[in-house]
């Protein structure tokens, strides 16, 4: 079981930044990570993964301005946004895909609001 708490989420005008994180109860060196957004009235929908070995794909609404990291020594997942704009508001979660269980763990969420 791996628990999963996002933080960084917070009201940005358009053109800022933010950061959020996701920190994971236990290792998460084996796994994949991502961020997935879901914005009122829509469905979830991927942001951004990455994989144990580093490799990256984005949505690509956000590539070039968002940018998906890992600490595995910190059980840490990070995902640095550029250039907001106000269709990235959306509640942000974080995901982790253990392949050798095959199941996902989402956290609870964090809200991000771009005012225009």
């Known amino acids: 079981q791996v628990q999963l708490v996002e933080s960084g989420g917070g009201l940005v005008q358009a053109g800022g930044s933010l950061r959020l994180s996701c920190a994971a109860s236990?290792?998460?060196?084996?796994?994949?990570m991502g961020w997935y957004r879901q914005a009122p009235g829509k469905q979830r929908e991927l942001v951004a993964t990455i994989t144990s070995g580093g490799s990256r794909n984005y949505a690509d609404s956000v590539k070039g301005r968002f940018t998906i990291s890992r600490d595995n020594a910190k059980k840490t997942v990070f995902l640095q946004m550029n250039s907001l704009k106000p269709e990235d508001t959306a509640v942000y979660y974080c995901?982790?895909?253990?392949?050798?269980?095959?199941?996902?763990?989402w956290g609870q969420g964090t809200q991000v609001t771009v005012s225009s």
């Open positions: 236990g290792s998460i060196f084996s796994m994949k």
């Open positions: 995901n982790a895909y253990d392949f050798g269980l095959q199941r996902d763990y």
